[in-house]
């Protein structure tokens, strides 16, 4: 893959997501506050000293961002791969094996596919706990159901192949048959749904923590700071737009990396023939 | 030409017996998800009193919380109880009120529906036109611009576009209502004039996931071979699309509708609460955060019965439309 | 020439193509293609696949399908050049004066509408007639066409008639605006050969009552023998030779088309002596689940180093007996013997070395292989798994492999995306081999190649067969290809063995019926040999 082939949006989305992570791996360093002192008056504007203004406590709005980005990247990344690790474990096992376990486990992600998923968290997390794990397994859980559904889709368009059955008279094991035949063809949507659920992982957790159902205090992620700073919105203090709009800002450049990866495998596909 | 099936024990069509399969197993599927929303949740580890009681946890209360609740009772009796009055639509009384259930959620089902359903009269024409006119010019200029537009705006939260809307059209420009009041006399122009921001947030969300997925149908249509044989007789290009493009292209885009109907029920949950809307979702809300469970079981119950319906709409439609189950063998 | 209706002059057709990484490119399809073509004669252009055939069809339509453009020369209908036309007057041109008959008539015809509506849509469109009158004319070809109860047929949908139907209906809808020309892309292509020849006398009938001109493009030169009146041969998008049908046929100037014309002249003396029998079916039968039975009491073998053909039609069961060989598929009834011993019916009940004897080869190689593996790992993991080699030793088997199927040491770190069709299909004869089995069920190996390169196949096999001993099962529907290589055949028509015995035998009469019709089916090379098919079926049906 030459590096020239890659468009410019791509390479903005991919500055946008790794910002994000260095925020969240080297916050204690970048930030120039601390995360919980207050050093100002509340919703201080723009300033020198505070490039993004105060909150709505009067600690510096920048540094909670990047603090923020801590939370918010790894509770969404963990909740995110654990997803990905069951729903495709499941998926393809479901599509290899098929018969009753297929059927199986089939029907039991359509029954929970059918509750939406906010509404589903919100049933959950009011009889749960509320601890960091715990949200992270139930976020999990309950996004598996769509990376099951691709997965499956996936592993069963290749599974129908030749080779793959050519594989099976051989004698091969089913995790020969996952691992070396089904699975290095895969990973082109399968990379690109993982960057999805990322995406979905981020907008997800701050859905829930600005409901006041995610992230609990003092801990904050960028939902929790757009619940904190919503009250100004009426006094016109733009505080609770900037974690918002740093929400935005890194699922938008997630989907265009996603995009982009999507585009290259289609075109890859239509590009040989005629 | 004779249906040779006969129609089996019934002698029904099979499309026919296939619009009953698909309406029993959306029966089935909301029995499920009433047993996962009741049954389920008592089966997770921690104790509802003791949740819910919080610091003052002690055993006397916890106790006394679990008789005054009737939580001693054995949990299928509960069960049957609860969805028997679901089934009357008696959804039992608040744990915090004390209030009927029932009366909230009449309120609020239709306040949520007025503003979901306006939101869906606006954005379905909006996208499906959109839709068409990225495959007028697929690949070109317009149709890039709404690729990253509309990539751009399903990544936004929808509380982030609601304050968005609420600083500049409320606060600086004035010319909005914040928040979003609306009680049961109101007038139905001064009703819309209260939820045009509400209603604002939603459309821009939605129309952007509901265009993409008219795009790629109607793209997918636009490619099929019998548009070739068409261009190829020399119909034309509009009446090419009239008279084949669009029958074909109406089962498609009616289940992608539906899908975002579905979507939209969930988006409503957040938008109420960022406009303070007094709907289903703020009630759900409000009740997760203090653990009033009968309100949050009633009211996901709801809202899951309309997800299913709508998804069982979108089936049901895509079956009535395919020719080769309307005219079998 | 004053009455050509066609004059196509230094036709050039360019295909534009993107690269991952943004670049457009033109691709050369078509090369300056000359040649005209008078009112009511036909010419067949012949070719393999990327020769730019069907691309020079639709250029007769001025059309290009996709990202595909005609980038130079002309192209007159009646001496007006269509590629110099604006969108609608070209729509004109389209609409009454020259028609397009498709490979895939399924996908051509909208699953919305009847039949009866599409195919007279054009004619309506430009006013050529009322719609009584298009009715009737439908009628009347339908007629024409031998479809089934003309009267009724225009009310079905596309999805209640079978494929040959459609192939002809499509043809009904070129026909009804009374074009000047029509052009015909590898209509029968995908028809089994017993329908084939119907479609192909029904086309032959229709173009010489209409008097309309044609095009006529397929790969098949027994096919266009039959049809055409002068053959054009393209290769690689240039013409090799162009002239009338029986001096191409009977003495080609060119190699290639010599060789095209030649095919199948492998000829294997049919062995006699078949008493052992490495593999036998005895009394097998079988199904999907509870359904109808597939295979109904099958029997057959195959002697040691020799090959049995087994031919039939879509449906006939064939491909299923190679799954119930195989073990894929369990047999309800019956065994299957492997050197005087039974196999078990499952594939997981079976010892590797069993399933080591046993391999098998696909018809589409391209998804036969796995794409995300080198060559060198394809054909080295059998040798892996069933001898245990690594390292060295299994690097110098993988190229004594590749030497035996003719491919150089080159290709052991290429991909299969790298490869040709009939490349990949020598590595997965090549990964047969490495097990060093006893028996090879080759599942239609040859049919999705070119003529060329499926030749090229066979004498591999051939060659393999002599120096290894090894037995064939070889399904086919291709008559030609049983005549060239079986040492003995089976026919096989729903699920039952019609016939069965050494090749001379079976291919000798006296012939059950089914057989004798699949025998007459299959076009031969010289001209006049499809009206002798016809009357000759007429004569039988006459006669009862």
């Known amino acids: 893959m030459r590096l020239r082939s890659i468009p410019i949006s791509a390479w903005i989305g991919m500055f946008g997501i790794a910002l994000a992570f260095i925020a969240a791996l080297f916050a204690p360093w970048l930030a120039p506050y601390g995360e919980r002192e207050i050093i100002g008056a509340v919703w201080e504007p723009m300033s020198w000293q505070h490039p993004l203004g105060t909150d709505n406590l009067g600690r510096d709005l920048l540094s909670r961002l990047i603090f923020g980005a801590q939370t918010t990247l790894f509770v969404a990344l963990g909740a995110s791969v654990l997803s990905f690790t069951i729903g495709i474990v499941l998926s393809f096992i479901a599509a290899v094996t098929g018969g009753w376990i297929d059927q199986g486990l089939s029907r039991v992600n359509d029954l929970m596919m059918s509750i939406p998923t906010l509404i589903f968290a919100l049933v959950v997390l009011a009889a749960l706990p509320q601890e960091i794990w715990i949200l992270i397994l139930v976020m999990a859980v309950l996004d598996s159901t769509r990376v099951f559904r691709l997965g499956r889709a996936v592993a069963l368009d290749i599974a129908v192949m030749d080779f793959v059955e050519a594989a099976r008279l051989r004698g091969e094991g089913t995790s020969w048959i996952i691992f070396r035949e089904i699975l290095p063809n895969a990973l082109s949507p399968l990379l690109a749904e993982f960057g999805l659920r990322f995406a979905f992982a981020v907008l997800f957790l701050s859905t829930l923590s600005f409901l006041g159902l995610g992230i609990q205090p003092p801990e904050a992620d960028w939902g929790g700071m757009v619940r904190d700073n919503n009250d100004g919105i009426i006094f016109g203090v733009p505080a609770a737009l900037i974690p918002g709009g740093a929400i935005a800002a890194l699922a938008v450049c997630v989907n265009i990396v996603v995009d982009w990866l999507l585009r290259r495998t289609s075109s890859l596909k239509g590009g040989r023939d005629g | 030409m004779r249906n040779e099936d006969g129609g089996g024990s019934l002698g029904l069509s099979p499309i026919l017996r296939l619009i009953l399969a698909r309406l029993g197993l959306s029966f089935l599927l909301l029995f499920g998800v009433s047993l996962m929303i009741f049954v389920g949740i008592e089966a997770l580890p921690g104790d509802f009193a003791s949740t819910y009681l919080g610091q003052n946890a002690t055993p006397q209360a916890v106790a006394n919380i679990r008789a005054q609740l009737g939580l001693e009772d054995p949990i299928w009796s509960r069960y049957l109880q609860w969805l028997g009055g679901a089934l009357t639509l008696d959804f039992g009384t608040s744990w915090a009120s004390g209030q009927e259930v029932s009366a909230q959620i009449a309120r609020r089902l239709s306040n949520s529906l007025f503003l979901a359903g306006v939101a869906a009269i606006i954005s379905v024409p909006l996208a499906i036109i959109l839709g068409m006119i990225a495959v007028r010019y697929v690949d070109k200029f317009p149709d890039r611009v709404i690729n990253v537009v509309s990539l751009a705006a399903i990544s936004l939260p929808e509380f982030f576009v609601g304050y968005l809307l609420i600083l500049f059209f409320s606060v600086k420009f004035g010319i909005a209502p914040f928040p979003a009041i609306v009680y049961p006399d109101m007038g139905l122009w001064e009703r819309l004039g209260m939820v045009a921001l509400p209603v604002a947030t939603l459309v821009l969300v939605v129309i952007a996931h509901m265009m993409r997925m008219t795009r790629a149908a109607i793209l997918s249509i636009m490619s099929s071979a019998y548009m070739e044989t068409a261009e190829l007789k020399g119909i034309g290009a509009f009446r090419a699309i009239l008279g084949h493009a669009a029958p074909n292209a109406v089962a498609p885009i009616v289940t992608v509708v539906a899908l975002n109907l579905a979507y939209l029920v969930v988006g409503v949950v957040v938008v109420e609460v960022v406009f303070v809307y007094p709907g289903m979702g703020q009630y759900m809300v409000d009740a997760v955060t203090v653990r009033d469970m009968p309100v949050v079981q009633a009211c996901g119950l709801i809202f899951a019965a309309v997800y299913i319906f709508l998804n069982m709409a979108a089936d049901i439609i895509s079956i009535l439309a395919n020719p080769r189950l309307r005219h079998p063998r | ?544």
Not at chain 3, 65 to 83: C, F
Not at chain 3, 128 to 140: G, K, N, P, Q, T
Not at chain 3, 369 to 376: L, Y
């Open chain 3, 1 to 544: 020439m004053a009455d050509a209706l066609l004059e196509v002059a230094n036709l050039r057709i360019g295909a534009r193509t993107v690269e991952p990484d943004g670049t457009r490119a033109m691709l050369e399809i078509v090369k300056g293609i000359s040649f005209s073509l008078p009112m009511g004669r036909v010419l067949g252009l012949i070719g393999e696949s990327g020769a730019g055939k069907s691309t020079i069809g639709l250029a007769a339509l001025a059309y290009g399908r996709g990202s595909v453009e005609i980038t130079g020369g002309t192209v007159r209908l009646s001496g007006e050049d269509l590629l110099a036309l604006g969108p609608r007057a070209i729509n004109a041109v389209r609409g009454r004066r020259v028609a397009y008959v498709a490979q895939s008539a399924a996908a051509a015809f909208n699953p919305a509408h009847r039949l009866g509506d599409q195919v007279i849509e054009a004619s309506l469109r430009f006013g050529l007639m009322s719609r009584r009158e298009a009715r009737a004319r439908a009628v009347e070809l339908f007629a024409l066409l031998g479809l089934p109860e003309p009267e009724s047929f225009g009310y079905r949908y596309p999805h209640q008639v079978s494929g040959g139907q459609l192939q002809r209906a499509m043809t009904a809808m070129a026909l009804h605006r009374k074009p000047d020309l029509i052009v015909f892309d590898e209509p029968t292509t995908a028809l089994d050969v017993t329908t084939q020849i119907d479609v192909l006398a029904a086309i032959k009938r229709a173009i010489e009552e209409t008097g309309t001109a044609a095009l006529y493009i397929t790969h098949d030169l027994a096919v266009v023998a039959q049809i055409a009146d002068e053959i054009m041969v393209l290769r690689h998008g240039e013409m090799v030779e162009h002239g009338t049908t029986a001096q191409i046929i009977s003495d080609p100037q060119q190699d290639y088309t010599r060789a095209l014309v030649n095919i199948r002249n492998v000829r294997k003396e049919a062995a006699t002596d078949q008493s052992s029998a490495v593999l036998a079916v005895k009394g097998v039968t079988a199904a999907y689940g509870r359904g109808p039975k597939v295979l109904d009491n099958v029997s057959l073998h195959v002697p040691k180093g020799q090959t049995l053909a087994i031919v039939g039609e879509s449906g006939s069961g064939k491909s299923t007996l190679a799954r119930v060989i195989t073990g894929l598929l369990p047999a309800s009834a019956g065994e299957i013997w492997f050197n005087d011993a039974p196999l078990p019916p499952r594939l997981a009940n079976r010892s590797k070395d069993q399933l080591r004897r046993i391999q098998l080869i696909y018809q589409m190689a391209d998804t036969a292989v796995n794409p995300r593996q080198t060559v060198a790992q394809i054909i080295g993991r059998p040798l892996r798994l069933y001898h245990g080699l690594t390292g060295k030793t299994r690097q110098a088997r993988v190229q004594q492999l590749l030497d035996d199927i003719e491919m150089g040491s080159g290709f052991a770190d290429r991909y299969p995306a790298e490869l040709s069709g009939g490349q990949k299909q020598r590595v997965a004869i090549a990964r047969a081999l490495a097990a060093d089995p006893e028996i090879i069920i080759c599942d239609e190996p040859t049919s999705a190649l070119d003529p060329l390169v499926a030749e090229g196949i066979l004498r591999l096999l051939m060659k393999l067969q002599a120096e290894r001993d090894i037995s064939y099962i070889f399904i086919t529907h291709d008559i030609a290809i049983v005549r060239a290589i079986a040492d003995s055949v089976a026919v096989m028509l729903q699920g039952r063995v019609q016939r069965f015995g050494p090749r001379e035998e079976v291919l000798s009469p006296p012939f059950d019926a089914y057989t004798d019709l699949l025998l007459k089916s299959v076009p031969e090379m010289q001209p006049g040999w499809l009206e002798q098919a016809i009357s000759a079926r007429r004569m039988e049906s006459g006669g009862q």
